[in-house]
Nanobody, 129 residues
Framework: QVQLVESGGNLVQTGGSLILSCETSGFAWGGDGTITWFRQVPGRDREGVACISRNFRDPIYGDFVKGRFAITTDVAKTTVYLTMRNLEVDDTAVYYC?????????????????????WGQGTQVTVSS
């Protein structure tokens, strides 16, 4: 059974750093596998943070990231990391990882929620001023 488990969320101060992990048990990347980090604040839409995919060479990031975050995997591609630096209060959210196996995820569609087949339970990131 495929499942995604996020961890690493915590309370940090403005300017601090965190590394989130997404354990992808049983996920088969195949030729079009994608893992994306999303985040959500209560009352707002879930938004794409960072995406790594077999469908394109380089990771994709939300505009608000501005070079502060990096999405990477371990060698075996069983864990996907989101390294976050220079955190801001506006980065406070529940962070989710999501998995998809479709060639439809591209530069213009990577943050379309309905393309993702599987979601983790989320991990809370709180940035204090």
């Amino acid at each position: 059974q495929v499942q995604l488990v996020e961890s690493g969320g915590n309370l940090v101060q403005t300017g601090g750093s965190l590394i989130l992990s997404c354990e992808t048990s049983g996920f088969a990347w195949g030729g079009d596998g994608t893992i994306t980090w999303f985040r959500q604040v209560p009352g707002r839409d879930r938004e794409g943070v960072a995406c790594i995919s077999r469908n394109f060479r380089d990771p994709i990031y939300g505009d608000f990231v501005k070079g502060r975050f990096a999405i990477t995997t371990d060698v075996a591609k069983t864990t996907v990391y989101l390294t976050m630096r220079n955190l801001e209060v506006d980065d406070t959210a529940v962070y989710y990882c999501a998995a998809a196996t479709t060639p439809r995820i591209r530069m213009g569609t990577w943050n379309w929620l309905y393309l993702y087949e599987l979601w983790g339970q989320g991990t809370q990131v709180t940035v204090s001023s």
